[in-house]
């Protein structure tokens, strides 16, 4: 007779029950979502007053203040901004200048008070102090606009010489910064860098000779 199958039997171990833990219910998924949710909030808000209490960056990658016309150099030095706006609105409130006289008696008066006060002069602000706009007195000088005779030109082109005179000495006694000086010294005063070579062109058979003397020439070798 075949022997009858004995049945299985799987002996299961108890663990042992942690009083900790005993009758806490695992949370749902639910309550994990909304507690990371609680927790990116937390650290988020946390994130933004570390950044309202840490000081303003200047410099620097994404810094405010790493170009000169920036808002935070202008408050370093606010009585020197309000000087400088001074400076400038009494050459914009300047009335417009009629004929060549008044316009080099203009030009004189305000080298002359420059000279007086220690304002540091400008092109642009000496263009403005005659009652017009720079351009139109860039387009006096240039011809591109007559002015009010043929000498306006010259008087422009004088005082611009001026100007270039008293920036070069600023440069070479470092009070104005050489890439500033470039810059204005290339766009008012007409420097450029470059090289103008002449060439002279040659005649390798000698100087040219006139229709004459070649006919002479070639007699002379007919004759021989």
């Not at 016309?69 to 030095?77: C, L, T, V």
């Not at 609105?89 to 060549?100: E, G, Q």
């Not at 000088?141 to 100007?163: C, L, N, Q, V, Y």
């Not at 470092?174 to 470039?182: Q, T």
């Amino acid at each position: 007779m075949p022997k009858r199958k004995q049945p299985e039997i799987n002996i299961v171990q108890e663990q042992p029950v942690n009083e900790q833990t005993a009758g806490v219910r695992s949370p749902s998924v639910n309550e994990r979502t909304d507690s990371m949710k609680q927790i990116a909030e937390l650290v988020t808000k946390r994130r933004e007053i570390k950044a309202q209490n840490a000081p303003a960056k200047t410099t620097g990658r994404g810094g405010r203040g790493n170009f000169p016309n920036s808002p935070e150099r202008y408050n370093k030095n606010p009585d020197v901004v309000k000087q400088m706006l001074k400076e400038a609105l009494t050459a914009y409130r300047m009335p417009k200048v009629k004929d060549d006289d008044e316009l080099r008696q203009r030009i004189n008066d305000y080298f002359t008070m420059c000279a007086e006060t220690g304002q540091v002069p400008v092109v642009e602000e000496m263009a403005l102090s005659t009652g017009y706009a720079p351009i139109t007195v860039w387009d006096w000088e240039s011809g591109r606009s007559k002015g009010f005779s043929s000498d306006t030109s010259s008087i422009i082109k004088k005082a611009k010489a001026f100007m270039s005179v008293f920036d070069a000495k600023m440069a070479v006694s470092g009070e104005l910064n050489f890439l500033a000086y470039c810059f204005r010294a290339k766009n008012y005063y007409g420097m450029a860098d470059k090289q103008e070579v002449v060439l002279t062109p040659s005649n390798p058979l000698g100087e040219a000779e006139t229709t004459p003397q070649l006919a002479d020439k070639y007699l002379e070798v007919i004759d021989e």
